[in-house]
């Protein structure tokens, strides 16, 4: 490691990021870097498949609980609005107490919040042990990759997070064909019962194998401040972005919490250059590959998080698939991230992050491009090729880019670190879904009078055109009851032919997003602060 990284990320007269205060090598399970790998991926993999899965038990719960839709929302939101704005806040906890006490508090917390969620008689309960999830997700995933750097050796980091990586992938793209078959088969209280034997295995395997690090130079106080202007600023971004789509983006409402969470950054930012141990050292950022690292990984999560989102709605309500079946249908996707993962750890120790990075935001950028030319006939064939090749393409960033956030980052960091990597893909997947959805709301109303028209279709009123293009943005059909079959199959035409050319241009919008995302890449390089863990065990 260099000064000038020792100056960048801890200020000047601090000393070098050091080794974990115990380096003694392990022996036996405890401490044992593959079962400790082994460990945190059940952990992860729980929270992973929760972001997933419970989208599919929402209308069950729904018609269960007698809640409206708004209340349904807020079972997606709420979890997330806590796990966005708690990450950083979570990483800098494990990296004061320890990330193996965090880890299984995390562990313990979620899964213990699921249960109570299946128990739960009202949309209420729901939802607030739903925060509570996310609030204990954030304790749990910065935490899993502070340990996996302080346990593995800097030459078998890559693979480490290739193969927590492709956990995380596997179980997010799994969650909905999980879901499905939970739901049809047994109700939706097992969506969130599943995660309590889960956690108490992750508990375990906890309790006999993780170590415990510390750096030497950990932080001993709290930027209390600080965390409450983060967490503020996070807040009033990520609501925002939520509520654009119901509150418009040239509402009054919508840009006073983007001009709150503005100022909320920049008192952050003001802050954390006076208090003696901030929460996020600024010094950090002027690490060019850890900077870019974070962008890249905002970036991909828009262009992932903003198409994917229309493919569900694409293969449901456009091809009428039921959710199993779409499931299946991204099976491509999912099983290039599982091969692709461990493949691109291995790749990128051998070559460096730079290129496969590169590589796979190009990738990216092809893959979505061809699901830009998608339509209502697409094969199943053609559409697993693009879903292949999306998937190959976000495996060695999803690896890529958390190996240079973290490992640019000193031993002492690494719970921030992770806790930033979380977050920029957290803030990249609400920004990909809010602009893109944005996109396709644009498309849609600027043709769907006409095509209406030009179908023959009987004139609509302003409110009826309205209450269409929100049918439409989503695939579906807006045909009133006792419509006849011959209008009825013209609505479909019109209104599946529209979402199309929506989505089609959120794609392509997804695919420059991918290309910007290409020179971004080229100016990340391996971690120089890789080596501050490599004490701590040996394989």
Not at 8 to 37: I, N
Not at 373 to 394: H, K, R
């Amino acid at each position: 490691m260099t000064s000038q990284t020792t100056i960048s990320a801890t200020g000047p007269g601090d000393k070098a990021p050091a080794a974990p205060s115990d380096p003694t090598p392990s022996t036996g399970l405890r401490g044992h870097p593959w079962f400790t790998l082994i460990t945190v991926a059940v952990g992860v993999m729980m929270v992973a498949l929760d972001g997933t899965i419970v989208a599919i038990a929402n209308p069950a719960i729904q018609k269960d609980l007698g809640a409206s839709f708004a209340d349904v929302q807020w079972i997606t939101n709420g979890y997330f609005l806590a796990l966005a704005v708690s990450l950083i806040t979570a990483g800098k906890l494990g990296d004061r107490f320890g990330h193996r006490q965090t880890f299984l508090i995390g562990v313990s917390g979620f899964a213990l919040a699921s249960g109570a969620i299946g128990l739960s008689h009202s949309i209420a309960f729901v939802v607030t042990f739903r925060v509570l999830q996310g609030l204990f997700g954030a304790l749990l995933m910065p935490a899993a990759l502070g340990l996996l750097r302080a346990t593995f050796p800097a030459e078998k980091l890559n693979m480490a997070i290739g193969l927590w990586g492709m956990v995380i992938g596997a179980s997010t793209a799994g969650g909905p064909i999980l879901g499905g078959v939970l739901v049809e088969h047994v109700n939706w209280q097992s969506v969130f019962f599943i995660n309590v034997p889960v956690g108490a295995i992750a508990l375990v395997l906890g309790l006999l194998i993780l170590r415990d690090h510390r750096a030497e130079n950990a932080p001993r106080s709290f930027d209390i401040l600080g965390i409450v202007l983060l967490s503020g600023a996070m807040f009033c971004l990520v609501w925002a972005l939520i509520k654009a789509p119901t509150w418009g983006w040239g509402s009054g409402t919508t840009w006073t919490f983007l001009a709150v969470s503005v100022l909320g950054f920049a008192l952050f930012a003001f802050w954390e250059q006076k208090v003696a141990e901030p929460l996020i050292p600024l010094g950090l950022f002027r690490s060019v590959p850890l900077s870019a690292g974070v962008v890249l990984m905002v970036l991909m999560a828009i262009a992932f998080m903003g198409g994917l989102f229309f493919v569900t709605f694409y293969l449901q309500n456009v091809h009428g698939m039921s959710p199993i079946d779409a499931g299946l249908h991204l099976l491509p996707l999912t099983g290039m991230m599982i091969v692709g993962s461990p493949l691109a750890g291995a790749a990128i120790t051998k070559l460096g992050p730079r290129i496969p990075l590169a590589g796979g935001m190009a990738a990216t950028a092809i893959a979505m491009y061809g699901m830009s030319t998608l339509t209502s006939d697409t094969g199943s064939g053609v559409m697993s090729i693009w879903f292949a090749l999306l998937g190959f393409g976000l495996a060695p960033v999803m690896v890529g880019a958390t190996e240079v956030i973290v490992g640019n980052a000193p031993m002492e960091l690494s719970g921030v670190a992770g806790g930033l990597q979380q977050a920029a893909m957290q803030i990249g997947g609400s920004l990909g879904t809010a602009v893109l959805g944005a996109v396709m709301a644009s498309r849609v109303d600027s043709d769907l009078a006409g095509n209406w028209t030009d179908a023959g279709l009987p004139k609509l009123t302003q409110p009826q055109l309205d209450a269409a293009a929100e049918a439409v943005q989503v695939g579906v059909a807006p045909i009133a009851p006792n419509t006849p079959e011959a209008i009825a199959a013209k609505i479909t035409q019109v209104a599946h032919d529209t979402f199309i050319s929506g989505m089609s241009l959120a794609c392509l919008v997804a695919a420059g997003v991918a290309v910007v995302a290409v020179f971004v890449a080229l100016l990340t390089k391996r971690g120089e602060n890789a080596e501050a863990g490599a004490g701590a065990a040996h394989i």
